[in-house]
């Protein structure tokens, strides 16, 4: 398991973003679906997790166009290297491991452990690097596709996960939005009432990543209790990880976020809770991403055609 030391580090990107007045969950310019996240440059695998928005800020702070990432090795392994005083930036990784423990149990089989895996690796961004041998995929124009409809697509990815174990969805909320778990519903108010669409879909989406903690999905909220209501000592938690789940979400149909709040109470309210739990961020990423995984797990479904 991590030390303190290490959430520490793992989260302090975040806090300066919030200290400069900016929120490194919020995006506020379009991009191609996809197209948006931070990605191993020779593996084309994304980041995951807490590792987004510390590589979505490090990009912002730095001025970097593309969120292609590599390790010092792997820039050596394209053929170039990392540029002369550049600083990498460390993304951590974690996952569950099954050890044999040399052990036999009773029955004769082997006693197999599982093990908690955590490492911490330095990356760089490939405006970092020069002389790489890029992969052709990152040299490709990545322009929004002419017929792509990021409105139609989020709703598609709405109505896949409502018709499959998530909420029923009523716009009969008046002047706020809210879930119920007791009702495992989603209540909005009419369409007409935002100032944007963008606005809609970013409201449903943040409200959809909550009704996954209810204990039919992911359990996340104690029995007999839906998401705590403010000023609850669980708040903030549930909060954020529907903060987070509902930006994976506008960043994987490239939705501009519209709603955007930098006032200065709530980034102080967000730094108050982050410096008070330095295991907040990491957790409600965590839990944000199972919530947005669980979301997408049946999106072709119904994606327009």
Not at 51 to 74: C, H, P, T
Request: charged share 25%.
């Amino acid at each position: 398991m991590a030390t303190q030391k290490q959430y520490e580090a793992i989260t302090s990107t975040i806090i300066e973003a919030l200290e400069a007045g900016t929120v490194p969950w919020h995006k506020p310019w379009n991009a191609p679906a996809g197209n948006q996240f931070p990605h191993n440059a020779v593996t084309g695998k994304r980041y995951r997790g807490l590792n987004v928005f510390n590589l979505w800020a490090i990009a912002a702070k730095n001025g970097y166009e593309s969120q292609a990432w590599l390790s010092y090795k792997q820039a050596q392994s394209l053929g170039g290297n990392v540029k002369k005083g550049e600083r990498g930036k460390f993304v951590q990784f974690w996952k569950f491991d099954k050890v044999n423990t040399g052990e036999i149990d009773s029955q004769g089989e082997p006693i197999i452990k599982k093990v908690f895996i955590f490492r911490m690796y330095n990356v760089f961004n490939v405006e970092q690097c020069e002389n790489l041998k890029l992969p052709k995929r990152e040299m490709l124009d990545d322009s929004p596709a002419d017929d792509f409809d990021a409105l139609a697509e989020a709703e598609a990815i709405a109505d896949a996960y409502i018709a499959n174990g998530g909420p029923t969805v009523s716009h009969n909320g008046g002047d706020r939005a809210f879930y119920s778990p007791a009702k495992h519903s989603v209540h909005l108010p009419k369409q007409a009432q935002f100032e944007c669409v963008e606005e809609y879909y970013s409201t449903k989406f943040h409200e959809l990543v909550h009704s996954t903690g209810h204990e039919s999905l992911l359990g996340r909220f104690e029995e007999n209790s839906g998401p705590s209501h403010f000023g609850s000592e669980n708040y903030s938690k549930e909060e954020l990880v529907a903060e987070f789940g509902n930006a994976f979400l506008s960043a994987e149909v490239g939705i501009t976020d519209k709603t955007l709040d930098n006032s200065s109470a709530y980034i102080q309210n967000w730094l108050k809770a982050l410096k008070g739990d330095y295991t907040l961020a990491l957790t409600a990423a965590s839990r944000a991403q199972r919530a947005v995984d669980l979301i997408l797990a049946n999106r072709n479904e119904l994606l327009p055609s």
